[in-house]
């Protein structure tokens, strides 16, 4: 009956993770099928980096049932972890067990204050972008949020995230939840 209560609270997190993952498939079809040929418009490259925030934000919400931040009174959290990894058959060296995806967006806007007033930002300032890796030529690059597609990282106030790993850890997640 419990497990029941975990699978509703984990599927609306994987179906809009999932949305995600279907938009940027499309967007990554795209781009193959023009061979990169297309206008990237300011609109189009937010909407890419919506999405991955969005993957990024569900991961983290998904995290949190698998991994718990503690163990909790008796074990309880631990062991929910244990049992419900073991039911979606997920290992110790999954993507999704990466504390930054949670931290990243619980301390958001703290990260965001120590990464702005840390240091002085000085180089290249951009807010959004989607692209190749770029060469700076060794000139500080500072990225509120990127995707850079030739190598599939997501990047934000200088953390970066293999995309990849994170939507095969998801999918698996979803099918397994079809099933139940």
Request: include cysteine; charged fraction near 25%.
């Amino acid at each position: 009956m419990y497990y029941a209560f975990y699978i509703e609270a984990i599927r609306p997190h994987c179906s809009s993770a999932m949305q995600s993952i279907e938009y940027l498939a499309d967007y990554v079809q795209m781009t193959n099928d023009t061979q990169g040929d297309f206008d990237q418009t300011a609109e189009l490259s937010r909407a890419v980096l919506d999405h991955l925030g969005n993957l990024v934000t569900n991961a983290a919400a998904i995290r949190r049932y698998f991994w718990p931040v503690w163990d909790g009174k008796h074990n309880l959290h631990a062991e929910r972890g244990k049992t419900l990894r073991a039911r979606f058959r997920l290992e110790d060296n999954s993507p999704l067990k990466d504390k930054r995806l949670r931290d990243y967006l619980e301390h958001f806007d703290e990260k965001l204050d120590t990464y702005l007033w840390d240091k002085p930002v000085t180089g290249h300032v951009i807010p959004f972008y989607v692209g190749g890796s770029p060469n700076t030529g060794g000139i500080p690059l500072h990225v509120f949020r990127a995707y850079y597609i030739d190598v599939g990282v997501f990047e934000s106030l200088g953390t970066r995230y293999e995309i990849q790993p994170i939507v095969d850890e998801i999918i698996k997640i979803a099918q397994m939840l079809e099933e139940c």
